[in-house]
């Protein structure tokens, strides 16, 4: 095998292969003999299909596929004989046709960047702290117990957190909504699902009132026609509901998985939980402080434009809902230099200094995702069937346990945060 290399730019390089083509005659000839052993056709004893029916039947198929593993065999040859570190897969030029005895191929591709050694001694890195006070263990239980509120209709006037159900209808200009005749609406007074205005409209009013008034609908409200428009509205009370909130008895604690222990087990359990959520959210804090000091203090490192341009595009897919849309990947380059460049800047920490995978951290991370699941057994199965998955998880690991290291090495100040600071930031 002879090999060219060539540099195209800072990171680009250009490959030119030529292998022997009898390597490719010997790996199509194999191929043909397994495939005669192997083939069941119609008219032939099983084992014993001509050599000359194999090839006028699969002779193209089984010399691409020939070619593909001889260009990615010889391919991982030259790039270790050439010490590169491909960024993104090549692209591949070939006729795949002998020329003087030999195959040639031309891969294009770029490199990782040779970033040089990493000192973190220098980041200025602020490391948010936080705890669980039994008041955010108060505020949690309540929140559950709103979660499992009761109905109960009331003939009185409706008020503030009362779910009320109305007919509507508003005209705007020529636009009616609905075409004709009403709509049928719920809400809970003051949660602003539909909006603010409205819903103190229904305070106040008892079954079977009816109303008008006029109404200014804001710009994202979720009939396009009514959007940002001034309408006449028309409102008739359906039900009235207030809510009732469960006692903290024995059946309550076991729809939690609580059926020893009481209140207590109860209340440990919620503590246990709220710790985890904020241990995990001030891990991500810490890691968004840490990468964003490292990409700022590597701001002149040059990236390979494959790696970001597919990182933009995965971006531009996560950002619509419908995954068939088309949507452009361009406003997305900035964030996806950043996300590249601090992938990248980990790795190498990692690599330069030794970090390995750490298992046991691997199992309490797919521990913690499949606590979140009714059936956790089932999660913990899937990924270890599923390599994708678990090469994620891994590399997720691996990138918390570089940030660790460089929170030891960096000089960390820190900031002493509430529960509800972390965890309900602008509330």
Known sequence: MQVSLENVG???????????????????RNRVQDMGRNARLKGFRPGKVPTKVIEQRFGAQIRGEALSELIGSTFQEAVATEKLRPAVQPSIATS????????????????????????????EIVKQTAGVEDADVDTMI????????????????ARKDDMVLFEFSA????????????????????????????????????????????LDFPSDFRIDGLAGKSANASFKIVRVQEP????????????????????ERFREDVKANLERELSAALASRLKASAVERLIDAHASLELPQGL????????????????????????FLGAARRRVAGGMLLAEIARQNGIRIDSRRVSEALSAIASTYEEPQQVVELYSRDTQLMSGLQSRVLEDQVVDWIAQHAKVSEQKLSFNDVMRPGV
């Not at 309540?142 to 006037?157: A, G, I, K």
């Not at 970001?308 to 406003?331: C, I, Y």
């Open 142 to 157: 309540e929140t559950l117990r709103m979660q499992r509120r009761s109905w109960n209709p009331v003939d009185r006037p």
């Open 10 to 28: 800072n990171l680009g390089r250009k490959l030119t292969v030529r292998i022997p083509a009898a390597r490719l005659e010997d790996t199509i």
């Open 244 to 263: 009732k909130l469960p006692e903290l008895d024995a059946a309550f604690l076991a729809g939690f998985g609580v059926s020893e222990g009481g209140l």
């Open 308 to 331: 970001v341009d597919g990182e933009a595009r995965e971006l531009a897919r996560q950002s619509t809902r419908d995954k068939r849309e088309t949507v452009s990947h361009e406003p």
């Open 171 to 214: 005209q705007a200009a020529d636009f009616r909504y609905p075409e004709s005749a009403t709509d049928r609406v719920g809400t809970i007074v003051g949660s602003n699902a539909l909006f603010s205005e409205l819903e103190n409209l229904l305070i106040g009013h008892v079954v079977d009132d009816a109303f008008d008034k006029q």
């Open 96 to 123: 795949g046709k002998p020329d003087n005895g030999e195959i040639e191929y031309v891969a294009t591709f770029e490199v990782m960047p040779e970033i040089g050694t990493i000192d973190v001694s220098g980041l």
